[in-house]
């Protein structure tokens, strides 16, 4: 499969605010997609849709096709419970539950009824690692995850989308709460985890999207001006607009 | 003349430091007197036999399990009733003129007198239903009566659980379900604990709604379907119609004790709960 997901011609509406305009694009696997572009137009929305979080909004209409390798997720009737398992999403803000690190790890899998018994600490296991927490939390398993710094818990929050087995991590602004330091952190854990899982990260940090994506998508006003490979977007972007944003000219 | 901003605000502070002293030195005096008259007349024999002569003589025993068993049961009936009603108002419905409707009549339910539920529940329970006075009818009145209560405090106890909790939960897969039932309740634990406190303490002083259903029978009681007097009736009755102020004010302070006794458990219980889930 060439895509791991694609979409045609997708519109969607708050009611009668439109805030996708006939989007098309098209996600290539195991790697990291950045979507950026100013404050409100729309880049949150189009990531929600890749997991159907929109529709949890009253007033919220959908047109068009979401392919998710191949197939369509947006017909009604799909299993969204499946859909989630393969599709996480990491949010602005770090968001553990209040509970022990172990029981948010697991949370994933008690929900999917994935692993029992003995099965359920190595697969937690295997998720810390997978984020590099768990040297840090092999003795602090039973502590309560509000107690981590900022850092620890958006990895945590990643490990919790890992240990369900997820095929793409949406990440909207994952590093917008953290310093510039775990924020160097969280993209290097994104270079290794892309090695794995494809990755299309929402950023207001243009050099966070040079930094971390090989492909870029420019959003205005809900539609997707500009979309390629990152480095040519940012030195040699065919939208006029796209230019005046990347240089900083835009509002 | 004009009060400087640091006079107004010693003003305030002290107005509100008597306000508030005065409160509480109310609250210590009724209980200290009702203590001081109540407890040296408690004793063994007092706690654990019934009474002779109408309360005269003897003790409270039949009280206290007419009390346990009332409020137990009505606790029991309309915690589950109302967190269930709790969570549908909050997870399972959109806003709208339904939930509207149901919180405008919980809200005039928790606010109408309970000799008014009394008189309900002796009418439906005790006659029509034919219950007779009973622990069984008592309690389902009282627990009509709380219903209100448990229902509010747990809906707003889930309104304060954070959206992200539920975002995350749906975001990895789970049902609704699961998201009340693993995240949501378990953040909402200590209000609802709360609310379903406060019910119990409502239940036991309650006296006009137990008296019209759970009838004021001495005897010890066997079953439900019996009828039993409770602690605060029991001190009604004595203290109304003369039969001993010192009987009175005993039953009064086990009262008193009980009800402080079981705030601390629940509070206790509480405590341990919310840090064992954190
Ligand atoms: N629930 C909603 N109801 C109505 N309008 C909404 C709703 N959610 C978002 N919008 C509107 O849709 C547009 C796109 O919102 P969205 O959150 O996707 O923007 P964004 O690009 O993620 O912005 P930001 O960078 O600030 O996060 C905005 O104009 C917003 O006002
Ligand atoms: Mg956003």
Redo the contacts between chains.
């Keep these: 499969m060439k895509y791991k997901i694609q979409t045609s011609s997708l519109n969607l509406h708050y009611g009668s605010f439109h805030a996708l305009k006939d989007v098309f694009i098209r996600i290539r696997p195991r790697m990291i997609t950045a979507i950026i572009g100013p404050s409100g137009c729309g880049k949150s929305t189009l990531l929600r849709c890749f997991?159907r979080?929109n529709e949890?909004t009253?007033g919220v209409q959908i047109r068009g096709h979401i392919l998710l390798d191949g197939q369509d997720i947006s017909q009604t009737g799909n299993d969204?419970?499946?859909?989630?398992?393969r599709v996480?999403?990491v949010?602005q803000?770090p968001?553990p539950?209040?509970?022990?690190v172990f029981d948010n790890v697991a949370?994933?899998l008690?929900?999917?009824a994935m692993k029992k018994g003995a099965a359920v600490g190595k697969a937690v296991e295997a998720a810390l690692r997978a984020t590099d927490l768990w040297d840090a939390m092999k003795d602090n398993l039973h502590r309560?995850a509000?107690e981590l710094s900022a850092e620890q818990q958006q990895r945590l929050?990643i490990s919790?989308?890992v240990a369900?087995e997820p095929e793409v991590l949406l990440m909207d602004e994952p590093c917008s709460a953290l310093d510039p330091i775990a924020t160097e952190h969280v993209e290097e854990l994104m270079r290794v985890l892309a090695e794995k899982y494809t990755i299309i990260i929402v950023t207001h940090n243009m050099q966070q999207a040079a930094r971390v994506s090989q492909e870029t998508g420019f959003m205005l006003l809900g539609e997707l001006v500009e979309f390629g490979q990152t480095e040519r977007v940012f030195t040699n972007p065919a939208d006029k607009r796209t230019e005046d944003y990347v240089t900083g000219r835009y509002g | 003349m004009r009060i400087s901003p640091k006079h107004s605000q010693r003003i305030a502070v002290t107005v509100m430091w008597a306000i508030a002293g005065l409160t509480l030195a109310v609250l210590a005096f009724i209980i200290s007197y009702i203590l001081w008259h109540g407890l040296r007349h408690i004793t063994w024999t007092f706690l654990t036999e019934p009474p002779q002569s109408m309360g005269r003589e003897g003790g409270v025993l039949p009280m206290i399990v007419g009390t346990l068993w009332v409020t137990g049961l009505a606790v029991l009936i309309a915690a589950p009733v109302g967190i269930a009603a709790a969570i549908y108002l909050t997870e399972y419905t959109r806003e709208g003129r339904m939930t509207a409707i149901i919180r405008f009549g919980a809200d005039c339910l928790a606010g109408i007198p309970s000799i008014i539920f009394g008189l309900f529940g002796f009418v439906f329970f005790v006659i029509t239903l034919g219950m007779g006075f009973s622990i069984l009818s008592g309690a389902l009145t009282l627990a009509l009566m709380v219903l209100p209560t448990i229902i509010r405090t747990s809906e707003e106890a889930i309104r304060a659980v954070p959206k992200s909790y539920r975002d995350v939960s749906f975001g990895l897969g789970s049902t609704r379900w699961q998201m009340v039932t693993w995240v949501v309740l378990r953040s909402a634990l200590p209000g609802i604990c709360t609310g379903v406190v406060l019910s119990i303490g409502r239940s036991i002083s309650e006296t006009a709604a137990v008296m019209l259903t759970a009838g004021s029978a001495m005897g010890f009681p066997h079953s439900i379907f019996e009828s039993s007097r409770t602690l605060s009736l029991h001190f009604y009755i004595l203290s109304r119609e003369g039969i001993s102020m010192s009987n009175a004010y005993a039953t009064a302070s086990v009262l008193i004790l009980s009800i402080l006794g079981i705030n601390l458990f629940a509070y206790w219980l509480m405590r341990r709960f919310v840090a064992k889930a954190v």
């Design positions: 997991n979080m949890r009253a969204l419970t499946q859909l989630r398992k996480g999403m949010f803000r968001n539950f209040p509970l022990s949370y994933g008690r929900v999917h309560s509000l929050c919790r989308l369900v």
